[in-house]
T-cell receptor, first 114, second 117 residues
């Protein structure tokens, strides 16, 4: 069965500092990986996804993530965060053996301080 | 264009009552998903529709939960004999419904917060 672990429940960071939100997945076969963001009082929206090809994926709002198959990780990074990046970030996995299911991690709350 | 909408935004009910939660997907999206999100957790998959049929209902926790999508657009999640443990935010998402649905981008609604007293 597929599973997702987000290693940090909360990440506080100062504005303009870099940030990395960690995500590890468990699957015995190939997977598709996603990062979704949930801003306060809004629905989840896709930041980026990895389906195949280049392991470095660029998304919206300056975020990027790197797929590392050997470490089964898909960490999200941004070189310089803004106050407006304060939100809940969810890593998710789907794939052939999971049918149509998308499995979400528990989320990481990014709190950007001035 | 209009996004995914869900009604009501909040629902308070008493233990043992029946509730219906509605989801209006993005026009033209053939795939529709229901999730449940408990406090401090990520969304938990409940059911997936492709068109009118439930292609995967393996996430429904028990037979008190049922969902329909009779015309391939609007969907209703129905919960019978509600329990306090059913309290959560129920999320709906839709996607274009390509042949490989597991790669689709899902567009989420704002959710319905269900509170069972």
């Amino acid at each position: 069965a597929q599973s997702v672990t987000q290693l940090d429940s909360q990440v506080p960071v100062f504005e303009e500092a870099p940030v990395e939100l960690r995500c590890n997945y468990s699957s015995s076969v190939s997977v598709y990986l996603f990062w979704y963001v949930q801003y306060p009082n809004q629905g989840l929206q896709l930041l980026l996804k990895y389906l195949s090809g280049s392991t470095l994926v660029k998304g919206i709002n300056g975020f990027e993530a790197e797929f590392n198959k050997s470490q089964t990780s898909f960490h999200l990074r941004k070189p310089s965060v803004h106050i407006s990046d304060t939100a809940e970030y969810f890593c998710a996995v789907s794939g052939p053996t999971g049918g149509f299911k998308t499995i979400f991690g528990a989320g990481t709350r990014l709190f950007v301080k001035a | 264009g209009a996004g995914v909408s869900q009604t009501p935004s909040n629902k308070v009910t008493e233990k043992g009552k029946y509730v219906e939660l509605r989801c209006d997907p993005i026009s033209g999206h053939t795939a529709l998903y229901w999730y449940r999100q408990s406090l401090g957790q990520g969304p938990e998959f409940l059911i997936y529709f492709q068109g009118t049929g439930a292609a995967d209902d393996s996430g429904l926790p028990n037979d008190r939960f049922f969902a329909v999508r009779p015309e391939g657009s609007v969907s209703t999640l129905k919960i019978q004999r509600t329990e306090r443990g059913d309290s959560a935010v129920y999320l709906c998402a839709s996607s274009l419904g390509s042949g490989r649905a597991s790669t689709d981008t899902q567009y989420f609604g704002p959710g319905t917060r269900l509170t069972v007293l």
